[in-house]
């Protein structure tokens, strides 16, 4: 999912290479130790158990000032 084009179209740092990706899921994974009730989860297809994609909640510091985004990612069979 985070090398297909279209999942990626909104994100502004695009699709991300292995290692990018690599990076960016173990900072998820570790989560922000400011805020650790905040994070990403696992979303899992409740009749198959197939891992479907990720959402969650992440902080931000936008013009000096915290933010919390709604942030998911779903791969493209489940749209709609």
Same mark, same amino acid.
């Given at each position: 999912m985070y090398q297909d084009s279209e999942i990626r179209r909104y994100f502004p740092d695009g699709v991300l290479s292995r290692e990018d990706m690599k990076e960016e899921l173990e900072w998820y994974m570790n989560g922000c130790p400011q805020y650790?009730?905040? #994070?990403?989860?696992?979303? =899992?297809?409740?009749?198959? #158990?197939?891992? =479907?994609?990720?959402?969650?909640?992440?902080?931000?510091? =936008?013009? #000096?000032?915290?933010? =919390?985004e709604i942030a998911y990612l779903l791969d493209k069979d489940f749209w709609h």
């Open positions: 650790s009730e905040l #994070g990403l989860w696992a979303t =899992i297809h409740k009749e198959s #158990g197939k891992f =479907i994609g990720r959402y969650g909640l992440l902080p931000w510091e =936008i013009d #000096g000032k915290l933010e =919390i």
